[in-house]
């Protein structure tokens, strides 16, 4: 006698067959994207350190980190140079003493160098008075794990602009004012162009510029208007330590933050380095960047 199949057996046999053909010309789910991290940092290295201490401090946050704005560095601009050459990093410091001590350097293993570029600011007293001239130099990279590109933005403004977040009325204020605007523009200009970190010694107290809310400083040019904009560390993750300097948060990384659905690279936290013989700690952040 002929053995026939169940009909539910027939059935589900069939339907597996559909299920399979039609999975076969469908396109292929993506796969999950995979992030690679880096590390970026800024150190304020006293410029009056004899020369010991200021390649153990180079030496301590070029250990921490892989992308490394500095301050207060151009006097030692040959050293640089040499140091750079030796151990594997780009080196940018333009100009004379005032405009290269906005130094930026970077690992050749995780980055190469796309463009760069100095954009003088102001001379608060004029050439050759103190506070000297300040720029706000950039160098756009090209991460070589991501293949994405970041354009690092590095800068330090004159000292002495505020008191408990309250603006002193001085020329020098007026020129760290036209100079955080300008950090703005330029992060706005580049991050059409990739992703953008903002790094330096900024003067100005985290807590109490947020607190006071002054208008032309950090907390409310950068950070206290809504997405994309800038965010810091501290913004993000909260204060730790007791400070950069003394007992202010004044050393800052921010990253241009956007709406979710745009988000390439994020800031997951950050560290605050101490040990070094300058009279400023670092602060390295460490971010995911979207392969």
């Given at each position: 006698m002929?053995?026939?199949?169940?009909?539910?057996?027939?059935?589900?046999?069939?339907?597996?067959?559909?299920?399979?053909?039609?999975?076969?010309?469908?396109p292929a789910?993506?796969?999950v994207?995979?992030?690679?991290?880096?590390?970026a940092?800024?150190?304020?290295?006293?410029?009056?350190?004899?020369q010991?201490?200021?390649?153990?401090?180079?030496n301590l946050?070029?250990?921490?980190?892989?992308?490394?704005?500095?301050?207060?560095?151009g006097?030692?601009?040959?050293?640089?140079?040499?140091?750079?050459?030796?151990?594997?990093?780009w080196w940018?410091?333009?100009?004379?003493?005032?405009?290269?001590?906005?130094?930026?350097i970077?690992?050749k293993?995780?980055?190469?160098v796309?463009d760069?570029?100095?954009?003088?600011?102001?001379?608060?007293?004029?050439p050759?008075?103190?506070?000297?001239a300040?720029?706000?130099?950039?160098?756009?990279?090209?991460?070589?794990?991501?293949?994405?590109?970041?354009?690092?933005?590095?800068?330090?403004?004159?000292?002495?602009?505020?008191?408990?977040?309250?603006?002193?009325?001085?020329?020098?204020?007026?020129?760290?004012?036209?100079q955080?605007?300008?950090?703005?523009?330029?992060?706005?200009?580049?991050?059409?162009?990739?992703?953008?970190i903002?790094?330096?010694?900024?003067?100005?107290?985290?807590?109490?510029?947020?607190?006071y809310?002054?208008?032309?400083?950090?907390?409310?040019?950068?950070?206290?208007?809504?997405?994309?904009?800038?965010?810091?560390?501290?913004n993000?993750?909260?204060?730790?330590?007791?400070?950069?300097h003394?007992?202010?948060?004044?050393?800052y990384?921010?990253?241009?933050?956007?709406?979710?659905?745009?988000?390439l690279?994020?800031?997951t936290g950050?560290d605050?380095?101490?040990?070094t013989?300058?009279?400023?700690?670092?602060v390295?952040?460490?971010?995911?960047?979207?392969?």
């Amino acid at each position: 006698m002929r053995r026939t199949t169940p009909w539910p057996a027939r059935a589900l046999g069939a339907l597996a067959g559909v299920v399979a053909l039609v999975a076969a010309l469908l396109p292929a789910a993506p796969a999950v994207a995979a992030n690679v991290t880096f590390k970026a940092a800024t150190l304020n290295i006293y410029n009056g350190l004899n020369q010991t201490d200021f390649v153990h401090d180079l030496n301590l946050i070029a250990s921490r980190a892989d992308l490394i704005g500095l301050n207060e560095v151009g006097n030692r601009k040959a050293l640089l140079q040499s140091w750079a050459a030796d151990n594997g990093w780009w080196w940018y410091a333009p100009g004379g003493t005032n405009q290269a001590g906005e130094t930026l350097i970077a690992k050749k293993s995780m980055f190469d160098v796309l463009d760069k570029g100095s954009i003088f600011v102001c001379d608060t007293n004029g050439p050759g008075e103190v506070p000297p001239a300040r720029y706000n130099n950039w160098v756009k990279y090209r991460h070589k794990a991501s293949g994405r590109n970041v354009t690092h933005i590095n800068a330090h403004a004159v000292a002495s602009i505020e008191t408990a977040g309250r603006p002193e009325d001085l020329p020098r204020t007026r020129c760290a004012e036209a100079q955080f605007q300008g950090l703005k523009d330029l992060a706005v200009d580049k991050q059409d162009e990739g992703q953008v970190i903002v790094s330096g010694d900024l003067n100005v107290d985290f807590s109490a510029d947020r607190s006071y809310g002054y208008a032309k400083f950090p907390w409310q040019v950068f950070e206290a208007n809504a997405l994309p904009n800038l965010r810091s560390t501290y913004n993000l993750y909260g204060e730790k330590g007791t400070g950069t300097h003394g007992n202010r948060h004044i050393d800052y990384i921010y990253f241009w933050k956007r709406l979710p659905e745009y988000q390439l690279m994020w800031m997951t936290g950050y560290d605050i380095v101490s040990g070094t013989r300058s009279d400023h700690n670092g602060v390295v952040a460490t971010f995911s960047i979207q392969n």
